[in-house]
C-alpha cells in the first residue's frame, strides 16, 4: 500500500523561525516624508518587541516556549501524498501537501497569530485590533487572544460579513468582536460610506479602520495586528515549510516544484521560503505564488512604493500593488482579495528567484472539488488557487513523461465556504476579470510616490 502520510513526533518540530530577511536585499520602508520609517515611528501601531522581529535580519529566530505550547494543540501538521489526486490526474508526478487546515480555526493563519498574542501579552498589551478578509485571520487571532487573555476587535470586510456569518461567531465563541467594516466606528469607515454606503469593503479599508481603532486609544494598551504581508508574519510562518523539509527528508524527497496561494503572501511564503533558501545556495526549485486572476499583484501590479491600506495610515512598503484604493471583484477567495503582496514576495518576483501564477475562479473551484473527490478533504476557496496550478503541473508532467515531486501548502479547509460551493455547484459562479481600465485607474493610487530600487540579493 502507498504511504500517504508523513508525521512528525512534537520533540520533532522546528524550534525556531527562518527569517529570509538575512538572505535577501529590501528597500526600506518609507514614512510621509519619504524618508525610511523608524523601529519608533511604528511603536503606536506595534509592541516593540514585534517591532524588533518586522527589522531583524538574524537567520535563525527561536520560538518561544509559550508559543510551542499552544502551537502542539494541532502542530506538527501532518504532511500528505496526494495518492488519489496523483490517481484522478493519472500522472506519474508525486504530490505532497502540507495539511493546515487542521488547526484548530482551520487554516495557517494560527501560526503566526499565536506568536502575536504572545508578544503582544508579554509587553503588556491588553486589547488586539485587526481586519479580516473571508474571516479566517479573525477567526485565528480571536483564538490566539484567547489562549493568551487578551480581548479582540475584528473589523471583518462587508461582503465576507454578509457571505459568512459563521466566521463571526467563531470568533465570538473565542471571545472576539467583529463588526462589518466599512463601519461608522472610525474616521476611515465614515469616509468610505460617504462616498459609496455601499461599499463592499475590502481589506485595505479595513486594515485603515482597524490601525484607526488601535492608534487612537490613549490608554496606550491597545495594538493592532496584521495577519500576513509584514515581514514578522512571514517568519511565524516558516514553520510550515521547516516542517515540511523534515518530512520530506524522512522519506527521502526533495520538491522539484513549490506551490502556495498567495493573497498578501503568507502562506506561500511560509512554506516556501525555507526552499527560496536552498534555491539561492544553488539548488534547482521552481517556485510558484499562485493568486486570482481577479486581483493579480504579482502578475499585473507593477513594483512600487504604495500604503498597504486604503486610507493611507499605513507607511509606504515596497511592493507590487493594484494600487491602495483598488477594491478587487468580489471573487470568494475573500483571504486573496488584497491589493499589494507581501515585500519579501515582491521583492523574490523582480529577482526572478521565483515566478507568479494567476487562476481564474472557475477553475479553482473546478480543481477543489477533483480534490475533494479523490482526496475527501474540502479546500477553502483560497486553497483551491494553489490545487488548479497543482493539476496544471501534473498534467504538464503527464505530457512530459517526468516523475516530477510537487509540494504545496494547503492553506485551510472549506467547510465554512459552502455558501460558495453551492453557487459553483447550481452554475452560478463567474470569471471576474482585472481589466486594462481598472489597471489604469488603480495605478493612479502610486502614481506621485517614489519608485523602489531593483535591488539584487545574489
Ligand atoms: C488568509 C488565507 C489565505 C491568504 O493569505 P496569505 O497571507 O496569502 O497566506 C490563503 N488561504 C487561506 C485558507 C486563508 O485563510
Request: hydrophobic content about 40%; proline content about 8%.
Amino acid at each position: 500500500m502507498a504511504m500517504r502520510k508523513v508525521v512528525l513526533t512534537e520533540d520533532e518540530m522546528p524550534r525556531q523561525w527562518y527569517n529570509i530577511l538575512a538572505d535577501i536585499k529590501m528597500n526600506p520602508p518609507l514614512g510621509p516624508d519619504g524618508k525610511p520609517v523608524s523601529p519608533d515611528m511604528l511603536a503606536p501601531v506595534f509592541p516593540m518587541n514585534l517591532i524588533e522581529q518586522e527589522v531583524s535580519s538574524e537567520r535563525w529566530i527561536t520560538i518561544p516556549d509559550a508559543v510551542m505550547d499552544v502551537y502542539r494543540i494541532w502542530r506538527p501538521s501532518p504532511l500528505v501524498r496526494a495518492v488519489d489526486l496523483e490517481k484522478a490526474l493519472d500522472t506519474p508526478a508525486r504530490i505532497y501537501f502540507k495539511n493546515e487546515g487542521v488547526s484548530p480555526p482551520g487554516s495557517h493563519k494560527p501560526n503566526t497569530a499565536v506568536p502575536q498574542a504572545y508578544y503582544n501579552k508579554v509587553f503588556g498589551i491588553k486589547r488586539i485590533t485587526t481586519e479580516t478578509g473571508a474571516g479566517q485571520w479573525g477567526s485565528a487571532l480571536s483564538f490566539a487572544c484567547s489562549q493568551f487573555g487578551l480581548e479582540c476587535k475584528v473589523y471583518m470586510v462587508k461582503i465576507s460579513f454578509e457571505q459568512k456569518p459563521y466566521r463571526k461567531t467563531m470568533m465570538g465563541v473565542w471571545g472576539g468582536k467583529c463588526v462589518p467594516s466599512p463601519s461608522n466606528e472610525t474616521k476611515a469607515g465614515r469616509d468610505v460610506l460617504a462616498q459609496n454606503p455601499d461599499s463592499p469593503g475590502s481589506l485595505g479599508i479595513a486594515i485603515s479602520e482597524a490601525v484607526e481603532a488601535a492608534v487612537s486609544d490613549t490608554s496606550g494598551q491597545t495594538r493592532y495586528s496584521l495577519g500576513s504581508v509584514l515581514n514578522h508574519v512571514m517568519l511565524h510562518q516558516t514553520v510550515i515549510g521547516l516542517e515540511a523539509k523534515n518530512q520530506l527528508a524522512k522519506i527521502g524527497e526533495y520538491p522539484d516544484i513549490v506551490i502556495g496561494c498567495a493573497g498578501g503572501g503568507s502562506n506561500f511564503a511560509g512554506t516556501a521560503f525555507p526552499f527560496v533558501l536552498d534555491k539561492l545556495n544553488g539548488r534547482q526549485i521552481e517556485i510558484y505564488p499562485v493568486e486570482p486572476a481577479a486581483c493579480p499583484s504579482l502578475t499585473q501590479g507593477p513594483f512600487v512604493y504604495d500604503h498597504g491600506d486604503n486610507a493611507g495610515y499605513t507607511p509606504l512598503l515596497p511592493m507590487h500593488s493594484l494600487g491602495h484604493n483598488f477594491v478587487p471583484a468580489p471573487i470568494h477567495a475573500g483571504g486573496l482579495r488584497y491589493h499589494g503582496m507581501a515585500p519579501t514576495v515582491s521583492q523574490l518576483v523582480n529577482e526572478g528567484v521565483i515566478e507568479a501564477k494567476a487562476v481564474n475562479q472557475l477553475e479553482a473551484y473546478e480543481a477543489g472539488i477533483i480534490f475533494a473527490r479523490s482526496e475527501g478533504h474540502i479546500p477553502a476557496p483560497e486553497t483551491t488557487h494553489a490545487i488548479a496550478q497543482v493539476v496544471k503541473e501534473a498534467r504538464r508532467a503527464k505530457e512530459e513523461g517526468k516523475e516530477k515531486v510537487i509540494l504545496f501548502n494547503w492553506s485551510g479547509h472549506g467547510c465554512l465556504d459552502l455558501a460558495a460551493y453551492e453557487k459553483y455547484l447550481a452554475g452560478e459562479l463567474s470569471n471576474p476579470v482585472f481589466t486594462a481600465e481598472e489597471k489604469a485607474k488603480a495605478a493612479e493610487a502610486f502614481a506621485n510616490f517614489p519608485k523602489p530600487q531593483l535591488l539584487k540579493s545574489r
